[in-house]
């Protein structure tokens, strides 16, 4: 099991938002503002698309935006488009004996 | 432009040792920390290991550690994971990925670039 939780799939039409939520603990995701975020398209390698929980990097679409509650980060697409179908992975700093943990991974589908 | 190419998977024996290469360019390689991360077929990202700037820091994740050694020649641009006793849960493309900082504890750190991965295969 993932240390970080997400879920396993979401969908959305275009140009509606979706919102993919990446729920840690105190020792990650709650502790740290040091969330980050990876598009992976099929066979492809990730992309960064968020760091520092909500920082884009340069490049990347002001749809994309990132959040933080408590032990929640959220990475939210809004004005969906067809090439957003992808696997969206999140990734946070850990105090534990490994320094960095990825999310399970969360399906977005473009209906 | 950043370029990170992974080399060395294949397909192996449990029991058997492989050594994976990844090749950097289009960054002054002796800045950055760097790292490996695997995934499984159908599966999650997983960190595995990574080094600092200088190879004074280095760390594993537990599934690995003891089996598994990260190592860079800067010389070369290159970074290295030479992986022992493998195992078939070790099966995975594993991807070479930059960190922004120079050290791969930082916790401000992540990963701005990534290979596009080399496939292990760990079977009889």
């Known amino acids: 099991q993932s240390a970080l939780t997400q879920p396993a799939s979401v969908s959305g039409s275009p140009g509606q938002s979706i919102t993919i939520s990446c729920t840690g603990t105190?020792?990650?995701?709650?502790?740290?503002?040091?969330v980050s975020w990876y598009q992976q398209h099929p066979g492809k390698a990730p992309k960064l698309m968020i760091y520092?929980?909500?920082n884009r990097p340069s490049g990347v679409s002001n749809r994309f935006s990132g959040s933080k509650s408590g032990n929640t980060a959220s990475l939210t697409i809004s004005g969906l488009q067809a090439e957003d179908e992808a696997d969206y992975y999140c990734s946070s700093y850990t105090s534990s004996s490994t320094p960095w943990v990825f999310g399970g991974g969360t399906k977005l589908t473009v209906l | 432009e950043v370029q990170l190419v992974e080399s060395g998977g294949g397909l192996v024996q449990p029991g058997r040792s492989l050594r994976l290469s990844c090749a950097a360019s289009?960054?002054?390689?002796?800045?950055?920390?760097m790292h490996w991360v695997r995934q499984a077929p159908g599966k999650g990202l997983e960190w595995v290991s990574g080094i600092s700037w200088n190879s004074g820091s280095i760390g594993y994740a537990d599934s690995v550690k003891g089996r598994f050694t990260i190592s860079r020649d800067n010389a070369k641009n290159s970074l290295y994971l030479q992986m022992n006793s493998l195992r078939a849960e070790d099966t995975a493309l594993y991807y070479c990925?930059?960190?922004?900082?120079?050290?791969?504890?930082?916790?401000?750190?992540?990963?701005?670039?990534w290979g596009q991965g080399t496939l292990v295969t760990v079977s009889s």
């Open positions: 990925a930059k960190d922004i900082n120079f050290d791969y504890g930082d916790p401000t750190g992540y990963f701005d670039y």
């Open positions: 289009g960054f002054t390689f002796d800045d950055y920390a």
């Open positions: 520092e929980v909500s």
């Open positions: 105190s020792s990650d995701v709650g502790g740290y503002n040091y």
